[in-house]
């Protein structure tokens, strides 16, 4: 049986789909920096918008030599303050990305049976932990509107340390700040790329959830366990070890 299980969010835990592309984010947010003096034409701001990004991410990958880089998302909406002349401060900052979320996100729900899940693995005793590329000006409030929270032993997003999954030098904050061992751990996750790979490179073992936002790996990633029936199939996964054993 494993003692710590590390779970990756969206796709795993949490069913999501944002629109970044939408013509009524951009006209909203051209309106809020404009409400602020900072006036931009809508397509001005999405194109600085994502110029930016782009500049952040090479900058950190520069900066930190590593290839898989994070960028801090109220760096950009501070930048795009900046070019017009003001000076913004965390609170406008802090505001600017919760609108932006909010206005771009057009659904989000806990999965179905992943409380039970969750609730299970503490019963049993297990750690449970978040490891998520993500942003936390984006997440930590939706993490907790969602009551998730409390499940969680600790919760890492990758915005806050420049990297995120695959890169390994991420998954190792996390194993040497709870001084786990990598046999004693599991990897759970929808994406193949990033957290299969992330288990692959550290040795760990891995749980492929093939659910909807599963995303294809021409590289042929291998996992160690596939829950092929979707989001639900990983439940009976822990259920079985916890009968069987590990």
């Given at each position: 049986?494993?003692?710590n299980?590390?779970f990756?969010l969206?796709?795993?835990?949490?069913?999501i789909?944002?629109?970044?592309?939408?013509?009524?984010l951009w006209?909203?947010?051209a309106k809020?920096?404009?409400?602020?003096?900072?006036?931009?034409?809508?397509?001005?701001?999405?194109q600085?918008?994502l110029?930016?990004?782009?500049e952040e991410?090479?900058?950190l990958?520069?900066?930190n030599?590593?290839g898989?880089?994070?960028?801090e998302?109220g760096?950009?909406?501070r930048?795009?303050?900046?070019?017009?002349?003001v000076?913004?401060?965390?609170?406008a900052?802090?505001?600017?990305?919760?609108?932006?979320?909010?206005?771009?996100?057009?659904?989000?729900?806990?999965?179905?049976?992943a409380?039970?899940?969750?609730?299970?693995l503490?019963?049993?005793?297990r750690?449970v932990?978040?490891?998520?590329?993500?942003?936390?000006?984006?997440?930590?409030?939706e993490?907790?509107?969602?009551?998730?929270?409390k499940?969680?032993?600790?919760?890492f997003?990758?915005s806050?340390?420049?990297?995120?999954k695959?890169?390994?030098?991420?998954?190792?904050?996390?194993l040497?700040?709870?001084r786990?061992?990598?046999?004693?751990?599991?990897?759970?996750?929808?994406?193949?790329?990033?957290?299969?790979?992330?288990?692959n490179?550290?040795?760990m073992?891995s749980?492929?959830?093939?659910g909807n936002?599963l995303?294809?790996?021409?590289?042929?990633?291998?996992?160690?366990y596939?829950?092929?029936?979707?989001?639900?199939?990983?439940?009976?996964?822990?259920?079985d070890w916890?009968e069987?054993?590990?």
């Open positions: 049986m494993y003692k299980y590390i990756d969206y796709g795993t835990l949490v069913d789909r944002t629109d970044e592309s939408k013509e009524s006209e909203g947010m809020l920096y404009g409400n602020e003096g900072a006036a931009y034409e809508t397509e001005e701001l999405k600085g918008y110029l930016l990004c782009k991410e090479e900058r990958r520069q900066e030599g590593c898989h880089p994070e960028i998302i760096e950009v909406f930048k795009l303050y900046a070019r017009k002349s000076r913004a401060g965390e609170e900052v802090t505001y600017a990305a919760g609108r932006f979320r909010e206005w771009s996100r057009e659904y989000m729900r806990v999965y179905d049976g409380i039970e899940m969750l609730e299970e503490k019963r049993m005793g750690r932990f978040l490891l998520s590329n993500a942003q936390r000006l984006f997440t930590a409030s993490i907790e509107v969602l009551g998730l929270g499940f969680f032993d600790d919760i997003i990758s806050d340390y420049g990297v995120k695959p890169e390994r030098a991420y998954m190792e904050l996390l040497k700040k709870h786990l061992e990598i046999r004693d751990c599991i990897m759970i996750g929808n994406e193949l790329e990033s957290d299969i790979e992330i288990a490179v550290c040795g073992d749980l492929l959830l093939q936002m995303e294809h790996s021409e590289k042929g990633t291998a996992a160690t596939v829950a092929a029936e979707g989001n639900l199939g990983y439940i009976r996964f822990i259920y916890k069987g054993g590990k």
